[in-house]
């Protein structure tokens, strides 16, 4: 029974990456209703991919540059002005693929950077082993992955270290939020995780009101953050003035603090999907 299941798996994973150059939407919308159960399929080492393209990196050190996206169903926490909800919610169509399959598309994609994202890529068993993968890609020289500071990143960060060790260089870094008041999810912030960041990592604390402007300086000068990764501070699109935000910034002298707006929210306005 058990291996009827997995053969199953990965034929939809097959022939999945084989629609590959279809567009993500019709793998996912075409190929989630003859899956076996989804249980099966993550036990076969399957993820479900909500989406995948390649658009420029809207966040981060790497605002403005080219990327391959995959984007993971599900998320372990619910913040208040979160802009990819659909993709949190467990009935959202996914294309479950291979390791193998995923590192098809980026391949296809010719892609330097590589950007692992969701709701909550950490909570995926098989990441470990994509991004291990996706580092043994020729073209591949960065996998970033965008986490919400409530899950463990050791298992990432352990694997980071030993592939800097190899020859291929490729580096691995994170893009973690952290969580202010006014996206009632701060109490789940996991603060082992901090203790974890280097320089290629990067603590971005998203601003919902003058509150989380005054917990994010604090926390910036508790943990001595610029001294550790790169600190951004960037605005609930549409909610705060950026301006107040960079008043803030020079006037409290936080040097080593980076003000970013969201670019794909600039460039693609109410597109929700694909950028
Ligand atoms: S962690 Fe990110 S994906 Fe999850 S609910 Fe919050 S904003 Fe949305």
């Known amino acids: 029974m058990k291996r009827r299941t997995t053969a199953r798996c990965t034929a939809v994973a097959e022939a999945q990456a084989a629609a590959a150059e279809a567009g993500p939407a019709e793998a996912a919308g075409g190929s989630a209703a003859e899956a076996p159960s989804e249980a099966a399929c ?146 789940h912030m996991v603060r082992g995780n901090i203790a974890l960041l280097g320089v290629d990592d990067t603590v971005k604390f998203v601003i919902g009101d003058e509150a989380d402007l005054r917990r994010a300086a604090e926390a910036v000068r508790a943990f001595d953050l610029t001294s550790r990764c790169n600190v951004y501070f960037s605005p609930v699109f549409g909610a705060v003035d950026p301006a107040d935000i960079a008043r803030f910034v020079v006037d409290g002298r936080l040097d080593g603090v980076t003000l970013q707006v969201q670019l794909h929210k600039i460039l693609w306005p109410g597109q929700e999907k694909g950028v």
């Open 42 to 187: 993550a036990s076969d080492g399957l993820l479900p991919v909500a989406e995948r393209f390649v658009s420029l990196n809207g966040e981060g050190p790497r605002a403005g540059k080219r990327a391959a996206f995959v984007r993971f169903r599900g998320c372990n926490l619910a913040c208040s002005y979160c802009d990819t909800r659909w993709a949190c919610d467990p009935a959202c169509p996914v294309a479950w693929e291979s390791i193998d399959g995923l590192a098809s598309f980026v391949a296809a994609q010719e892609a330097e950077l590589v950007t692992l994202t969701g709701g909550e890529p950490m909570l995926q068993p098989a990441l470990a082993p994509l991004v291990e993968r996706l580092a043994g890609l020729s073209r591949v020289r960065f996998v970033e992955i965008e986490t919400n500071g409530a899950v463990d990143v050791g298992p990432i960060v352990r694997l980071r270290a030993d592939l800097a060790r190899r020859p291929e260089g490729v580096r691995v870094g994170l893009t973690m939020d952290w969580k202010l008041p006014s996206s009632g999810m701060e109490r």
